[in-house]
């Protein structure tokens, strides 16, 4: 066997990808894209769209728009996709925010909003998706999850460490349900990224922190793996921490 033999080839596969308009999830796009991947983008907004639809001229790729806090349009966007490719091989569940937490406050808004979009929106992306995953032999759902879905670092931070923790969880559960229909998970685990999602973070300065392009890096790395090779967590990290 050649080196490389028993990797699974991008060509021919289809990637959703949720958040691709910017950050790691347009990192991830413009990876898989020069990978020879056929991808499904998901923005909120026609303005979003035609910008990626622009960046993406003569490339296998369909933008589609798609907001977490909206089931219908996981369900619109899984079809749309498998309209146009007539197939899913893999969900990338990217798209997610942060809101400060305040245990004294009994405002509940902002941990709501996370549990919507980091933590229901994977579920309901892959819900639509899941058919079409378990018929494609060898499907493939990686979340971008964080560190914070693996240890708490602050007090503030707590609201979006549960629901980051519960979108690893999740990702775990997806595991046992479609694993004999050859599906694996990849809960990818990065602390600080450069991107907007870290525009007002000091220290470290931008360009200490892990860089978009290396998120999406292992994205690709974990899309190559066959199903004998199940990676669950990959924790990546620009600072120095005891065990991630
Ligand atoms: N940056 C970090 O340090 C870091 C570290 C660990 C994990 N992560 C995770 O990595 C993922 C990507 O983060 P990023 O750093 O690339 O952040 P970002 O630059 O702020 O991008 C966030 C993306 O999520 C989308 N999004 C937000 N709310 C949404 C909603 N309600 N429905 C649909 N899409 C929505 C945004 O769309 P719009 O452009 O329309 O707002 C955007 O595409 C997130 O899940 C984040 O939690 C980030």
Not at 54 to 74: I, N
Not at 120 to 147: D, E, T
Not at 215 to 234: D, E, G, I, K
């Amino acid at each position: 066997m050649n080196t490389g033999d028993y990797l699974l080839k991008p060509e021919g596969r289809v990637v959703m990808i949720s958040g691709a308009n910017r950050g790691i999830g347009r990192a991830i796009a413009g990876r898989l894209a020069e990978e020879g991947y056929r991808l499904s983008l998901g923005v909120r907004d026609q303005a979003q769209i035609e910008k990626v639809n622009g960046e993406f001229e003569g490339k296998e790729v369909l933008v589609h728009q798609w907001e977490a806090k909206e089931p219908t349009t996981s369900v619109e966007w899984a079809e749309a996709t498998v309209s146009r490719y007539g197939r899913i091989d893999a969900v990338v569940s990217n798209a997610g925010l942060i809101n400060s937490f305040d245990l004294e406050s009994d405002d509940e808004s902002g941990l709501d909003e996370m549990w919507e979009v980091n933590t229901k929106g994977p579920l309901r992306l892959v819900r639509a998706a899941w058919p079409y995953l378990k018929q494609a032999g060898s499907g493939r759902v990686i979340g971008i999850v964080s560190l914070s879905g693996l240890r708490v670092r602050s007090a503030s931070m707590g609201g979006y460490a549960m629901s980051k923790h519960a979108a690893e969880a999740f990702l775990h559960a997806v595991r046992y349900s479609g694993w004999e229909s050859g599906i694996r998970t990849t809960a990818i685990c990065p602390g600080y990224v450069a991107t907007d999602m870290t525009a007002g973070v000091a220290t470290p300065p931008k360009e200490e922190m892990v860089q978009p392009q290396a998120v999406a890096h292992l994205v690709a790395m974990v899309l190559s793996l066959p199903n004998p090779s199940s990676v669950v967590t990959l924790p990546i990290n620009c600072l120095l921490e005891s065990s991630c």
